[in-house]
C-alpha cells in the first residue's frame, strides 16, 4: 500500500514542483524585460496546477505509518495552492515584489514541510532538497537542536536565492530589507530557542559555539544606519555568513555537527 502511494505522491509533488519552478526560473532570467517578464508570469501561473494536484493529494490512500507524513503533506500543497490564488492578480497588475514575496513564501513552506516529514516520504518528493536521515537524532536535546537548525535553513535558504533584476531600484531597496530584516528576525529566533535548551555536558562547548555563531550572525544582518540596501550587500553578507558557517562547522565536535549538518554543511557528514 505505502509503495503505491509513494508512487502516486511523487508524481503529484513532480507536477506541484515544476510547476512552481517555472516562475523561479523565469524571475531568474536577467536577460528578460519587465515586460517580457510578466508575460512569461501569466503563462506560468501555478494556480491551477496547484489547485488540481491539491485535489489529488487529498484522495491519496495511506498506512498508519505514513499517515503524520500525508497529513503534513496535503497542508504545504494546500497552504501553497491557497496563496497562489493571489497570484494571477499580481501578475496581471504587474506587482513583481509581491509574485517575488510568494516564491520566498511556498520555498520557505516547502524547505519546513521537507524538514519534518521521514526520510521515507522525503525521498519520494521530486526534489533536490536534502533529506534528513534514517534515523532522527535521539534525545530530547538532540532532537530540538536539529529542529532549530533545519527551521532556520528553510528560511535562510528561501530568501536567498534570487532577487529579481528587474527591479527599479526602490523595489531592490524594499526586497532587500525585507530579506535581511526575516533573516535576522529568524536567527533571533533560534537563539532564543538555543536559550532554552539544556545540553548533555558532552555537548554544552558545542552548544555555547552555536549560540555564539548565531549572536555572530545577528550582527551581520542588523541594519546598520547609513548602509546602502542594494543586492550586492546582500550578497556580501551571505558570503560571510558561510563563512562563518564554516568556522563554525570547523570547530564542533562530530557528534554536534552531525546534527546541524543540514545548516552547517547541507548534507550529512559522512
Not at 146 to 151: K, L
Not at 181 to 207: K, R
Not at 251 to 267: G, H
Amino acid at each position: 500500500m505505502d509503495r503505491e502511494f509513494l508512487r502516486q505522491l511523487a508524481i503529484v509533488d513532480d507536477a506541484v514542483l515544476e510547476s512552481e519552478q517555472q516562475v523561479v526560473e523565469l524571475l531568474t532570467r536577467p536577460s528578460l524585460t519587465r515586460e517580457e517578464l510578466i508575460s512569461g508570469l501569466s503563462e506560468a501561473a501555478p494556480a491551477a496546477t496547484l489547485s488540481s494536484m491539491a485535489n489529488v493529494a487529498i484522495q491519496l490512500r495511506t498506512s498508519d505509518a505514513l499517515r503524520a507524513d500525508y497529513e503534513r503533506y496535503v497542508a504545504y500543497l494546500g497552504a501553497i495552492a491557497s496563496r497562489s490564488r493571489d497570484l494571477n492578480v499580481w501578475i496581471d497588475s504587474g506587482d513583481l515584489p509581491a509574485v517575488h514575496r510568494y516564491t520566498i513564501e511556498s520555498g520557505v513552506a516547502r524547505g519546513l514541510m521537507v524538514a519534518e516529514v521521514s526520510s521515507t516520504l522525503c525521498a519520494a518528493l521530486a526534489s533536490a532538497d536534502p533529506c534528513p536521515d534514517g534515523q532522527r537524532p535521539n534525545g530530547e536535546y538532540e532532537s530540538a537542536l536539529s529542529n532549530a537548525f533545519r527551521v532556520l535553513e528553510a528560511h535562510v535558504g528561501a530568501r536567498t536565492k534570487f532577487v529579481p533584476q528587474q527591479y527599479d531600484e526602490a523595489e531592490e531597496h524594499d526586497a532587500v530589507e525585507m530579506i535581511v530584516t526575516d533573516i535576522s528576525a529568524e536567527l533571533h529566533h533560534t537563539h532564543d530557542s538555543l536559550v532554552e535548551l539544556e545540553p548533555p555536558a558532552s555537548l554544552q562547548a558545542d552548544h555555547d559555539r552555536l549560540r555564539q555563531f548565531l549572536v555572530d550572525a545577528v550582527e551581520l544582518f542588523g541594519l546598520a544606519e547609513g548602509v546602502e540596501l542594494e543586492v550586492g550587500i546582500l550578497w556580501l553578507r551571505m558570503e560571510t555568513l558561510d563563512a562563518q558557517k564554516s568556522a563554525t562547522a570547523a570547530e564542533l565536535s562530530p557528534a554536534a555537527l552531525e546534527i546541524v549538518a543540514p545548516f552547517f554543511l547541507d548534507e550529512t557528514p559522512p
